[in-house]
């Protein structure tokens, strides 16, 4: 099976030491976000785990410890976040360069066709316009290209909780004519510096612009790296093509606080940065009384698809 480190959260960022504990212990448990009383003991042993897949603003936590994973034998992919925004945007994330050196580390250890650049989200508001994004994407196109062949963008999604941003004009709908504009510039750059570029969960078609639409943690890349996986059976957003993985994240116990983000409520709350330890089996909280908790291992494993987000 394939694991996901993690969608929910940043774990190598914030929560590299719990990581490492629950692979050398060979287990973690994972509430599950929807059912709060099921807790799954998901097992990350070599025999059950194909790849993990560690999803991240920062990477640098995990470099000390990658000679340690790949002595148990692991997989690993990295797909990193690395975008032109400030603090007002992305207010705990580090200086990006010191990020991209960390990248470069890492593909010195695991191989560049294992590292994957997100450009994601694309954002346009009153400052931050289409030529911005031209000067930026090339200057982090230049970086990028020591460590990796591949970016992934997409553009961000205005939902619920982010419509009061809409309203105070930090955030704001990308058009379909902007949309066109950024993939045809984007695309031209890339090129130039060797780098495939895909469009991950978008309603349009860029494939006029070189640009194919793929998945994150898309079955091509598996191939390619001979990973077995198994297809969604359930997509985690619309127009999602990421082969299933297991997330063994926990919303809201992110740092960053980037205004953005599906994951959480924009910010690192106390209370529940008091509840989580390296030596807790679960990222956070404890098991309850009232819990039930059920093993997840090897691939075909019945409820799977609760994990998948």
Request: charge should be neutral; glycine fraction near 8%.
């Amino acid at each position: 099976m394939i694991i996901c480190a993690s969608r929910r959260t940043d774990i190598p960022a914030f929560h590299s030491g719990w990581m490492m504990n629950r692979l050398r212990a060979g287990y973690a448990l994972v509430r599950n976000p929807v059912s709060r009383t099921t807790v799954h003991r998901v097992d990350l042993t070599r025999r059950n785990v194909d790849c993990i897949i560690f999803m991240t603003k920062d990477p640098r936590p995990m470099v000390p410890h990658m000679r340690e994973v790949s002595s148990m034998g692991h997989m690993t992919v990295f797909q990193v976040t690395i975008t032109p925004y400030g603090k007002d945007i992305e207010p705990g994330v580090p200086f990006k360069a010191d990020i991209s050196d960390a990248c470069e580390e890492i593909a010195g250890r695991i191989g560049r066709d294992r590292m994957v650049w997100r450009y994601d989200p694309v954002i346009l508001n009153s400052r931050i316009s289409m030529e911005y994004h031209r000067r930026k994407f090339d200057m982090m196109c230049r970086e990028a290209s020591r460590w990796t062949d591949r970016c992934v963008f997409s553009f961000v999604d205005i939902y619920g909780k982010l419509l009061r941003l809409e309203e105070e004009g930090v955030l704001r709908r990308v058009s379909v004519a902007e949309m066109d504009a950024f993939a045809e510039m984007a695309s031209r750059t890339a090129e130039e510096y060797g780098i495939t570029l895909s469009c991950c969960c978008g309603a349009r078609d860029f494939t006029r612009f070189g640009i194919e639409p793929r998945g994150c943690v898309d079955r091509e890349m598996m191939r390619s790296l001979d990973i077995p996986y198994e297809t969604q059976s359930v997509p985690v957003r619309d127009g999602c093509r990421c082969v299933k993985s297991i997330d063994i994240g926990e919303y809201d116990t992110c740092g960053h606080g980037c205004v953005y983000c599906y994951a959480g409520r924009g910010g690192s709350d106390p209370s529940r940065r008091r509840l989580y330890s390296d030596d807790t089996e679960l990222l956070w909280g404890a098991v309850m009384p009232r819990d039930r908790i059920v093993d997840l291992k090897g691939r075909g494993t019945g409820r799977v698809d609760d994990y998948i987000g």
